[in-house]
Each structure stands twice: as C-alpha cells, then as structure tokens.
Nanobody, 117 residues
Framework: VQLQASGGGSVQAGGSLRLSCVGS????????LGWYRQAPGKQRELVAS??????????VYADSVKGRFTVSRDNAKNTLYLHMNTLKPEDTAVYYC?????????WGRGTQVTVSS
C-alpha cells in the first residue's frame, strides 16, 4: 500500500490550494480514506474523512474546515483530492492522506501547506 500526497505550497490568507493523494496497492474505495493534518507542536487531527458507517460517500469534515474544504475523488486515477478554499493561517500544517484496511492504518508522506497572513 502506498499513498503519495502532493500539491502543498505557500499561499496568502484567502487563497486556495488543491491537494492530491494517489493510492496504489489496494482497492481504491472510500472505506477509511481521508485527510489529516499536523501543525507544529500539535497532534495530528482529522480534516475530512469518508464515514463508511453512514454510506460509502458520506464525508465527515472537521468543524474548522466546514464550508471551506471539499473532498473529491477520481477512481479511475486512484486519486483523492482535498480542495481548500479561503485558507487561513491556522490551516498551516503538514497534510496527510490516510487509508485504513482492516486494523491496519496507512499514512502517506505529508505535503506542507503554509498560509501567511
């Protein structure tokens, strides 16, 4: 299982970025698939994740990103996207994609997002 995230960068507050996560080595379905982030000195936290218990396409978003971030996917490309709009300095973090297969959790290498005020 491999997850490769990309698309991070430096933007000013109010700007937008789109992160991509290409998965390989597993069936690219939505179960346990999502985005997390970790800011300096803080614990890794959920950004958005598919919640299989409420349906294969049900997405849970952190309150801090609701209305600003959107998750989409392209199954043909085995790619998960995170569309980030109206970025704020507090969104600055390393962003990771995550996949759960049974009891095993896989993390991709993160991509840095820096938002300046």
């Amino acid at each position: 299982v491999q997850l490769q995230a990309s698309g991070g960068g430096s933007v000013q507050a109010g700007g937008s970025l789109r992160l991509s996560c290409v998965g390989s080595g597993f069936l690219f379905n939505t179960f346990g698939l999502g985005w997390y982030r970790q800011a300096p000195g803080k614990q890794r936290e959920l950004v958005a994740s598919f919640d299989g218990g409420r349906g294969p396409d049900y997405i849970v978003y952190a309150d801090s990103v609701k209305g600003r971030f959107t998750v989409s996917r392209d199954n043909a490309k085995n790619t998960l996207y995170l569309h980030m709009n109206t970025l704020k300095p507090e969104d600055t973090a390393v962003y990771y994609c995550r996949k759960q297969l049974g009891p095993q959790i896989y993390w991709g290498r993160g991509t840095q997002v820096t938002v300046s005020s």
